[in-house]
Protein backbone atom coordinates (compact mmCIF):
# COMPACT_ATOMS: atom_id res chain seq x y z
CA UNK A 1 0.00 0.00 0.00
CA UNK A 2 1.49 3.55 -1.11
CA UNK A 3 1.53 6.26 1.38
CA UNK A 4 0.73 8.42 -1.45
CA UNK A 5 -2.10 6.41 -2.72
CA UNK A 6 -4.25 5.08 1.22
CA UNK A 7 -4.92 8.87 1.09
CA UNK A 8 -7.93 8.50 -0.03
CA UNK A 9 -8.29 12.25 -0.45
CA UNK A 10 -6.49 15.67 0.08
CA UNK A 11 -8.39 17.45 2.92
CA UNK A 12 -11.45 19.33 1.89
CA UNK A 13 -11.26 23.10 2.07
CA UNK A 14 -8.49 23.42 -0.59
CA UNK A 15 -5.45 23.64 1.82
CA UNK A 16 -3.08 23.88 -0.83
CA UNK A 17 -1.08 21.66 0.76
CA UNK A 18 1.09 18.80 -1.61
CA UNK A 19 1.13 15.64 -1.53
CA UNK A 20 4.75 15.29 -1.18
CA UNK A 21 6.52 13.28 1.45
CA UNK A 22 7.98 15.70 4.18
CA UNK A 23 11.27 13.27 4.75
CA UNK A 24 12.78 12.27 7.71
CA UNK A 25 10.61 13.35 10.98
CA UNK A 26 7.86 12.12 13.68
CA UNK A 27 4.19 11.57 12.24
CA UNK A 28 1.46 11.16 14.77
CA UNK A 29 -1.40 9.36 13.78
CA UNK A 30 -5.04 9.51 15.00
CA UNK A 31 -8.11 7.12 15.67
CA UNK A 32 -10.87 9.45 15.92
CA UNK A 33 -13.93 7.80 18.18
CA UNK A 34 -17.32 9.10 19.22
CA UNK A 35 -16.20 9.13 22.65
CA UNK A 36 -11.84 9.19 22.47
CA UNK A 37 -9.13 9.60 20.30
CA UNK A 38 -6.42 7.66 19.98
CA UNK A 39 -2.87 8.84 19.24
CA UNK A 40 0.17 7.19 18.25
CA UNK A 41 3.67 8.57 17.48
CA UNK A 42 6.38 7.48 15.26
CA UNK A 43 10.03 7.64 15.94
CA UNK A 44 12.12 10.48 13.89
CA UNK A 45 13.60 7.82 11.47
CA UNK A 46 10.21 7.37 11.07
CA UNK A 47 10.33 3.48 11.00
CA UNK A 48 8.29 2.72 14.39
CA UNK A 49 4.78 3.29 15.60
CA UNK A 50 3.89 3.72 19.12
CA UNK A 51 1.28 4.18 21.56
CA UNK A 52 1.19 8.01 22.57
CA UNK A 53 -1.92 8.83 24.55
CA UNK A 54 -6.00 8.70 24.06
CA UNK A 55 -7.81 11.69 24.22
CA UNK A 56 -11.53 12.22 25.37
CA UNK A 57 -13.40 13.92 22.42
CA UNK A 58 -14.77 17.27 23.62
CA UNK A 59 -17.53 18.08 20.80
CA UNK A 60 -18.06 21.29 22.69
CA UNK A 61 -15.24 23.29 23.27
CA UNK A 62 -12.68 21.09 21.21
CA UNK A 63 -9.99 20.76 23.90
CA UNK A 64 -8.58 17.68 22.28
CA UNK A 65 -7.94 18.90 18.98
CA UNK A 66 -5.97 22.06 20.67
CA UNK A 67 -4.35 18.96 22.89
CA UNK A 68 -3.57 17.37 19.53
CA UNK A 69 -1.69 20.30 18.19
CA UNK A 70 0.24 20.84 21.49
CA UNK A 71 1.55 17.08 20.77
CA UNK A 72 2.25 18.04 17.14
CA UNK A 73 4.48 21.15 18.38
CA UNK A 74 6.12 19.32 21.30
CA UNK A 75 7.43 16.29 18.94
CA UNK A 76 8.35 18.31 16.31
CA UNK A 77 5.98 16.31 14.16
CA UNK A 78 6.35 16.13 10.29
CA UNK A 79 3.14 14.29 8.75
CA UNK A 80 -0.21 13.72 10.78
CA UNK A 81 -1.94 10.55 9.63
CA UNK A 82 -5.61 10.78 10.28
CA UNK A 83 -7.73 7.31 10.15
CA UNK A 84 -10.06 7.36 7.32
CA UNK A 85 -12.89 4.29 8.12
CA UNK A 86 -14.11 2.81 4.90
CA UNK A 87 -16.69 -0.17 4.94
CA UNK A 88 -15.22 -3.39 3.42
CA UNK A 89 -16.99 -2.58 0.58
CA UNK A 90 -14.89 0.53 -0.06
CA UNK A 91 -17.50 2.66 1.24
CA UNK A 92 -17.51 5.59 3.11
CA UNK A 93 -20.54 6.91 5.54
CA UNK A 94 -20.79 8.59 8.84
CA UNK A 95 -17.50 7.75 10.49
CA UNK A 96 -15.59 8.72 7.66
CA UNK A 97 -17.57 11.67 7.47
CA UNK A 98 -16.78 12.55 11.08
CA UNK A 99 -12.76 11.32 10.79
CA UNK A 100 -12.81 14.21 7.38
CA UNK A 101 -14.43 16.40 9.46
CA UNK A 102 -11.89 16.43 12.76
CA UNK A 103 -9.32 15.95 9.76
CA UNK A 104 -10.00 19.68 8.29
CA UNK A 105 -10.51 21.27 12.25
CA UNK A 106 -7.14 19.40 13.34
CA UNK A 107 -5.37 20.84 9.70
CA UNK A 108 -6.70 24.19 10.78
CA UNK A 109 -4.73 24.25 14.18
CA UNK A 110 -1.72 22.63 13.05
CA UNK A 111 -0.18 25.62 10.62
CA UNK A 112 2.24 23.68 7.79
CA UNK A 113 1.96 20.38 9.20
CA UNK A 114 0.48 17.96 6.14
CA UNK A 115 -2.50 16.44 7.74
CA UNK A 116 -3.68 13.09 5.34
CA UNK A 117 -6.31 10.33 5.37
CA UNK A 118 -5.51 6.49 5.54
CA UNK A 119 -7.87 3.98 4.85
CA UNK A 120 -7.92 1.97 8.43
CA UNK A 121 -10.01 -0.77 7.93
CA UNK A 122 -10.44 -3.01 10.67
CA UNK A 123 -7.75 -1.62 12.51
CA UNK A 124 -9.82 -1.29 15.94
CA UNK A 125 -10.57 -5.01 15.17
CA UNK A 126 -7.01 -6.42 15.03
CA UNK A 127 -5.98 -4.08 17.68
CA UNK A 128 -8.90 -5.37 20.28
CA UNK A 129 -7.21 -9.11 19.20
CA UNK A 130 -3.60 -8.10 19.93
CA UNK A 131 -4.72 -6.57 23.27
CA UNK A 132 -6.77 -9.67 24.36
CA UNK A 133 -4.08 -12.11 23.09
CA UNK A 134 -1.88 -9.72 25.85
CA UNK A 135 -4.42 -10.48 28.42
CA UNK A 136 -5.41 -6.93 28.83
CA UNK A 137 -9.58 -6.66 28.58
CA UNK A 138 -12.68 -4.62 29.80
CA UNK A 139 -12.28 -1.54 30.89
CA UNK A 140 -8.03 -1.20 30.85
CA UNK A 141 -8.85 -2.54 27.02
CA UNK A 142 -11.32 0.11 25.95
CA UNK A 143 -8.73 2.53 27.79
CA UNK A 144 -6.18 1.56 25.63
CA UNK A 145 -7.74 -0.12 22.32
CA UNK A 146 -7.86 3.71 20.21
CA UNK A 147 -3.86 3.99 20.79
CA UNK A 148 -3.14 0.74 19.59
CA UNK A 149 -5.95 1.33 16.83
CA UNK A 150 -3.69 4.62 15.79
CA UNK A 151 -0.35 2.27 15.95
CA UNK A 152 -2.04 0.08 13.60
CA UNK A 153 -3.02 2.58 11.10
CA UNK A 154 1.08 4.57 11.73
CA UNK A 155 2.68 1.29 11.46
CA UNK A 156 0.78 0.18 7.90
CA UNK A 157 1.26 4.18 6.92
CA UNK A 158 5.47 3.68 7.62
CA UNK A 159 5.44 0.01 6.12
CA UNK A 160 4.04 1.26 2.96
CA UNK A 161 6.09 4.40 2.93
CA UNK A 162 9.54 2.25 3.12
CA UNK A 163 8.21 -0.09 0.38
CA UNK A 164 7.68 3.07 -1.80
CA UNK A 165 11.27 4.67 -1.28
Known amino acids: MNPERSETEPNRGGTGRDRKDPGPGRRICVDVGQARVGVAVSDPAPILASPLTTLKRDKS ?3 DLDELAELVREYE ?4 VVGLPVTLAGRHGPAADMARSYSDALN ?6 PVRLSDERLTTV ?3 KVLSDRGIRGRRQRDVVDQAAAVEILQSWLDARGRSE
Open 61 to 63: RKS
Open 77 to 80: VVEI
Open 108 to 113: ARTGDV
Open 126 to 128: TAT
